[in-house]
């Protein structure tokens, strides 16, 4: 049972093969750049030697079909996307990486006989908190994406239900809001993690937003996806994801609680994000719960513990904080 991970050099990714290296696979991981750092900072230095690496592009349909054929894959984890600033400051580029990237994906899979296609796709197909009832997001509620992003990751879940209904290629998108955790680095919602590693490093970092969000740590993400590649269910289902609501200013009190060297240096703009604070996850919990999310407090000392511990290795990567 051979799975492909694209995007795996990625936050989620390094998390997903993390996992799925220690089920005792091996993956073959398809990715554009060329320096798997965040799978070295979160799987071991020899990760490149456990999986099998395939430089490639998500929006070149024949790689995509190659890689499914010639590792015999049978099951997708597809995760190569750009994320919102890219995608606002290159719509069509952005739409050819994660639209026509997440069609690709689909045509490999049917092609190549694949049983399961499991996919990242967004809260962002959600809209501001304004436009819905008070209280968490609903898996059925309407979309009304705020950003091209959002369109994107709205479509990708419509051809996921057509891949379903005229293949009868099985799949589970997911849609994560504000995640967190070691190998977040970049994306506007990647600021409460940037906040957590410069308070390891005793740096000045102010949050570029407010309001209210739903948290997510990255380990509770790639189980979810795991889980999703084990499933047998069939059709194109896709679910919210929920950590934890939570206000801006408490990730930074939390923080500060958590790691008292960096009282005073980590602050926030109090200006909200046009997506939702809070997601209902029913219809996860329902098909592969139970699954508990992480308290934030839990995530936020665990974030903090594994910078610590890379920062006294050697091996904290501080690239975007420069
Ligand atoms: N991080 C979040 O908060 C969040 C929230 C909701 C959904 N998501 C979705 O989850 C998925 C993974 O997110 P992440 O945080 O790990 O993102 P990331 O930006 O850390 O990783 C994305 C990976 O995709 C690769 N990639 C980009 N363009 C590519 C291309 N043309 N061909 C091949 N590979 C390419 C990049 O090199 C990178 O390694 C994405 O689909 C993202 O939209 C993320």
């Known amino acids: 049972m051979t799975t492909l991970v694209t995007g795996a050099f990625g936050c989620i990714g390094a998390w997903v093969v993390r996992g799925l290296l220690s089920g005792g696979e091996r993956p073959v991981v398809f990715d554009l750049a060329d320096d798997p750092w965040r799978m070295r ?3 071991a230095d020899d990760v490149a030697s456990r999986v099998t690496i395939v430089r490639g592009d998500i929006t ?5 079909g190659a890689v499914v054929k010639k590792h015999g894959v049978r099951r997708i984890i597809h995760l190569a996307a750009w ?8 719509p069509p580029r952005g739409a050819l990486v994660n639209v026509v990237g997440t069609a690709n994906v689909f045509e490999a899979a049917r092609a190549g006989q694949v049983e399961r296609v499991v996919y990242a796709s967004s809260a962002a197909v959600f ?3 304004s436009l819905y009832p008070p209280g968490p997001v609903k898996d059925d509620a309407p979309w009304q994406p705020a950003t091209h992003y959002g369109v994107y990751k709205a479509a990708n879940e419509e051809t996921a239900r057509i891949y379903w209904e005229e293949h009868r290629v099985p799949s589970m998108g997911f849609r994560p809001l504000s995640v967190y955790g070691p190998g977040r680095d970049f994306g506007l919602t990647a600021d409460p993690t940037l906040a957590m590693k410069a308070a390891v490093l005793g740096r000045r970092f102010q949050i ?3 309001g209210s969000t739903d ?12 889980a999703a590649a084990d499933s047998q269910l069939d059709g194109a289902r896709a ?7 939570a206000a801006i200013a408490d990730v930074v009190k939390l923080i500060g609680r ?3 060297s960096a009282a005073g240096l980590i602050g926030h703009v109090e200006q909200p994000i046009p997506f939702p604070a809070a997601l209902d996850d029913t219809r996860y919990q329902k098909d592969l719960g139970p699954a508990p999310p992480t308290s934030l407090e839990a995530g936020v000392r665990k974030t903090l513990d594994e910078f610590a511990r890379l920062q006294k290795e050697g091996r904290l990567d501080a690239r975007e904080l420069a």
Do not use: K
Not at 60 to 64: G, Y
Not at 215 to 226: F, G, K, P, Q
Not at 239 to 245: E, K
């Open 215 to 226: 948290l997510i740590h990255v380990e509770d993400v790639a189980r979810a996806l795991l």
């Open 239 to 245: 679910y919210n994801l929920h950590g934890a609501s």
């Open 60 to 64: 070149d349909r024949e790689a995509v």
């Open 208 to 210: 570029r937003w407010g």
């Open 41 to 43: 900072m979160i799987v």
């Open 83 to 90: 994320q919102v600033p890219l995608c606002r400051q290159d």
């Open 258 to 260: 958590a790691w008292p």
């Open 127 to 129: 809209g501001a908190p």
